[in-house]
């Protein structure tokens, strides 16, 4: 009997603790720096972070000048961040979402990842035309 309560009791802990570890604080990016050496213009960016989110997946639309919400559908689940840009820095910030277990400023890690992923792809297509 009493291994059986250690069992359940292990069983129980492991299940706990998988499921607090799919859940995190709410990525948010602020102020990025936009790599880019000399004067650029915010349309140049915009259609950079335009390129970038479609390569990641993510359907992009600007709203208004130095705005764009990206949306992404996987599944059952939806992300979706607002871009905020200008000539100097842009930010990705939490919008809304659908199936991800969002809870105040908690989130599935699934969430985190894309968010993670799209801002990685879009400092990565900036290094590029820097480079250029």
């Known amino acids: 009997m009493k291994i059986f309560c250690s069992a359940y009791l292990g069983i129980f802990i492991f299940f706990l603790t998988a499921c607090s570890a799919t859940i995190q604080p709410i990525h948010d990016y602020q102020s990025l720096p936009i790599p880019y050496s000399g004067r650029v213009n915010v349309s140049t960016i915009e259609s950079d972070i335009l390129a970038?989110?479609?390569?990641?997946?993510?359907?992009?639309?600007?709203?208004?000048?130095?705005?764009?919400?990206?949306?992404?559908?996987?599944?059952?689940?939806?992300?979706?961040v607002d871009i905020f840009f200008s000539e100097k820095v842009f930010s990705v910030l939490y919008r809304d979402s659908i199936n991800l277990q969002k809870e105040g400023r908690l989130i599935s890690s699934d969430y985190n990842r894309k968010v993670d992923q799209l801002v990685s792809a879009i400092k990565r297509r900036f290094q590029l035309q820097r480079s250029e």
């Open 52 to 80: 970038s989110a479609a390569k990641a997946g993510w359907i992009a639309e600007t709203r208004k000048n130095g705005h764009i919400v990206a949306k992404l559908n996987k599944d059952s689940q939806q992300a979706e």
